[in-house]
């Protein structure tokens, strides 16, 4: 018998790492950092997309708000919409300029009046080198898709509001006296439902005029705080000053065309204030409210 203890097989060592191959070596050295402008485009488009998905969620809503309006009522809110702006510029901040939120949402405003009920806007473009600027003007307020119709007269396109409710008017600031003076026609008849509704541009631009343009609609006045009106009255002894003083109102005569006088008056006043009392017992005639602006 053999005795012998059997021996143990030799330890197993692992084989030796194979060197790299050279050209791996080169592809490693040679790898450059991820692009910073490729990373920032492609979350430029996941937020796009994002964007997207909210605006189309936002005009859901605006088709939820157009079957509950009633049907006859312009789907327009000047006053609403200058609040909106107003919130919208102060949430902003620092992190986008004013006018390019006014930009941005007038765009977004004008998709939603769109998707409850499309509206015509006759456009006076006046006279002068600058007649293009009412185009300008009621383009962007109302949005590139808007249908707009060229009148050379104020009174056409005062016309063209008081036939049809799904139109509005983008009119030369009232105030001007001899040629182009507009402003005493709506003591007519005809225009006794018309109102100025909003002053454009809503936000002043550098280099314009913060008032440049304004809108007449067949739509009530309603309030955006920091409010002016517009009110027309009879003057046939030049007593406005009186008048307003007795009522309590502060404001001032804008222009006059014979015994009619346009006045603006600081703050919101409704149509039915009792106050016109007194400016009716202090001897202006048929005085009534025919518009009211804020701006953003």
Same mark, same amino acid.
């Given at each position: 018998?053999?005795?012998?203890?059997?021996?143990?097989?030799?330890?197993?060592?692992?084989?030796?790492?194979? %060197?790299?191959?050279?050209?791996?070596? %080169?592809?490693?050295?040679?790898?450059?950092?991820?692009?910073?402008?490729?990373?920032?485009?492609?979350?430029?488009?996941?937020?796009? &997309? &994002?964007?997207?998905?909210?605006?189309?969620?936002?005009l859901r809503q605006v088709e939820i708000v157009a079957r509950a309006a009633p049907p006859q009522a312009l789907p327009i809110s000047p006053a609403r919409e200058v609040r909106l702006l107003r919130a919208l510029i102060a949430a902003a901040k620092d992190r986008v300029e004013p006018e390019h939120v006014v930009e941005i949402w007038r765009g977004l405003i004008g998709a939603a009046v769109r998707r409850q009920r499309p509206i015509d806007v006759a456009v006076c473009v006046g006279a002068g080198p600058d007649n293009y600027r009412a185009?300008?003007?009621?383009?962007?307020?109302?949005?590139?898709?808007?249908?707009?119709?060229?009148?050379?007269?104020? @009174?056409? %396109?005062?016309?063209?509001?008081?036939?049809?409710?799904?139109?509005?008017?983008?009119?030369?600031?009232? +105030?001007?006296? #001899?040629?182009?003076?507009?402003?005493?026609?709506?003591?007519?008849?005809?225009?006794?439902?018309?109102?100025?509704?909003?002053?454009?541009?809503?936000?002043?631009?550098? =280099?314009?005029?913060?008032?440049?343009? *304004?809108?007449? /609609? +067949?739509?009530?006045?309603?309030?955006?705080? #920091?409010? &002016?009106?517009?009110?027309?009255?009879?003057?046939?002894?030049?007593? *406005?000053?009186?008048?307003?003083?007795?009522?309590?109102?502060?404001?001032?005569?804008?222009?006059?065309?014979?015994?009619?006088?346009?006045? @603006?008056?600081?703050?919101?006043?409704?149509?039915?204030?009792?106050?016109? /009392?007194?400016?009716?017992?202090? =001897?202006?005639?048929?005085?009534?409210?025919?518009?009211?602006?804020?701006?953003?």
């Amino acid at each position: 018998m053999d005795d012998s203890v059997p021996l143990p097989p030799p330890p197993m060592t692992a084989p030796a790492p194979e %060197a790299p191959a050279r050209h791996a070596v %080169a592809e490693s050295a040679s790898a450059s950092p991820p692009d910073p402008v490729d990373a920032a485009r492609a979350e430029i488009e996941r937020i796009d &997309a &994002a964007l997207l998905d909210l605006l189309g969620e936002r005009l859901r809503q605006v088709e939820i708000v157009a079957r509950a309006a009633p049907p006859q009522a312009l789907p327009i809110s000047p006053a609403r919409e200058v609040r909106l702006l107003r919130a919208l510029i102060a949430a902003a901040k620092d992190r986008v300029e004013p006018e390019h939120v006014v930009e941005i949402w007038r765009g977004l405003i004008g998709a939603a009046v769109r998707r409850q009920r499309p509206i015509d806007v006759a456009v006076c473009v006046g006279a002068g080198p600058d007649n293009y600027r009412a185009f300008d003007l009621a383009r962007r307020h109302f949005g590139a898709r808007t249908r707009l119709h060229r009148f050379d007269d104020v @009174r056409a %396109a005062l016309n063209r509001v008081a036939e049809s409710g799904d139109v509005v008017a983008v009119v030369p600031w009232p +105030g001007k006296t #001899g040629a182009g003076m507009w402003w005493h026609a709506l003591t007519e008849s005809r225009y006794a439902r018309l109102r100025l509704i909003a002053a454009l541009p809503m936000r002043a631009f550098e =280099g314009q005029a913060p008032e440049a343009a *304004i809108v007449a /609609a +067949g739509a009530p006045l309603e309030e955006a705080g #920091g409010d &002016a009106c517009f009110a027309i009255a009879f003057d046939r002894h030049f007593r *406005i000053a009186r008048a307003l003083a007795d009522a309590g109102l502060k404001g001032e005569e804008v222009a006059r065309s014979d015994n009619k006088v346009l006045i @603006r008056i600081d703050g919101f006043v409704d149509p039915a204030d009792p106050r016109f /009392a007194a400016v009716a017992r202090a =001897g202006l005639d048929q005085f009534r409210v025919i518009g009211a602006y804020a701006q953003v």
